[in-house]
């Protein structure tokens, strides 16, 4: 028999499947989120999480690769999921192998991927700290849920949006529907090209999806929503500033929230006065 089919896949095992089923995380970013887990384990130091994800790997049931985003060297593994445990998901187990979740990040794409999972992380363990006053019920992925807004004249196309992340959350009194944007400061803030990804672009399909997101099929098989909010999250307060003035011209009010990411780290993401709008200058609490 071969060691694969010996291999004794736990509980614990299959939450770390489930988490790099919504991010790609580090092995330090793993040991944050052990103590969110459901699953009771005795891997509680980051030494035994290593050598369990290294036993996992040398099972075929996650991969690896070097992380190069800034500030980490070539010694920095990311671990993501392969079509051995993809398979413990339905909803993944069409995914083809390389495709999808199970594809290895590009260069380019990392600095990106490992923003949102920073983001997503505080994110969790700020709920997990709220004793049950908050629930994360879902997370879809980036390139998982996608915008359609339908052509409004013949001779107009489709357009397409796809967030960073889209969270739904539930407290005591609501539901809570959120789309993240995560912003490098790299994209431009407005673009003669009206089919180029710009700031300005997104917030004119955020603000035009509001008229169709009560039909969207995957949104109801979470609940009813009365609206949502965009977070725009971005590197620098410099540039959170950048795009408040251009969402303040674009006459918009209370459906962007901006932040950055030194503020978030070091502030309770739900609770604390950390969200800006273009409404005015005083910070926000999400909840």
Not at 85 to 90: L, N
Not at 139 to 158: C, T, V
Request: hydrophobic share 35%; charged share 25%.
């Amino acid at each position: 028999m071969s060691k694969s089919k010996q291999f004794q896949v736990s509980e614990f095992d299959i939450e770390i499947f489930k988490k790099l089923s919504q991010y790609y995380l580090t092995s330090k970013m793993l040991h944050q989120l052990v103590p969110t887990f459901k699953a009771k384990t005795k891997i509680t130091s980051l030494s035994f999480l290593k050598e369990r994800l290294r036993q996992l790997h040398a099972a075929g049931f996650i991969n690896r690769d070097q992380r190069f985003s800034r500030g980490y060297g070539p010694n920095e593994y990311y671990y993501f999921l392969t079509k051995k445990s993809a398979s413990f998901f339905e909803e993944l187990e069409n995914t083809r192998p390389g495709r999808g979740i199970l594809k290895r990040l590009e260069l380019g794409s990392q600095e990106h991927a490992f923003m949102i999972a920073e983001l997503m992380l505080k994110l969790e363990k700020d709920i997990f700290q709220s004793n049950d006053q908050v629930k994360l019920i879902g997370y879809i992925r980036e390139n998982h849920f996608e915008i359609e807004i339908p052509a409004q004249q013949k001779n107009q196309k489709k357009v397409y949006l796809k967030p960073d992340g889209t969270i739904f959350l539930q407290d005591r009194r609501q539901g809570h529907l959120l789309f993240l944007e995560v912003d490098l400061s790299t994209e431009p803030v407005s673009s003669v090209n009206p089919y180029r990804s710009s700031f300005k672009r997104k917030v004119s399909i955020y603000s035009v999806f509001r008229n169709h997101f009560k039909q969207h099929e995957l949104i109801n098989l979470f609940g009813r929503y009365n609206g949502y909010r965009v977070l725009f999250v971005c590197r620098t307060f410099e540039r959170v500033v950048s795009l408040l003035d251009a969402a303040r011209n674009m006459g918009k009010k209370d459906m962007f929230w901006f932040s950055f990411m030194d503020k978030i780290q070091n502030h309770n993401v739900l609770f604390d006065k950390i969200w800006y709008l273009p409404t005015g200058k005083t910070p926000h609490c999400l909840l």
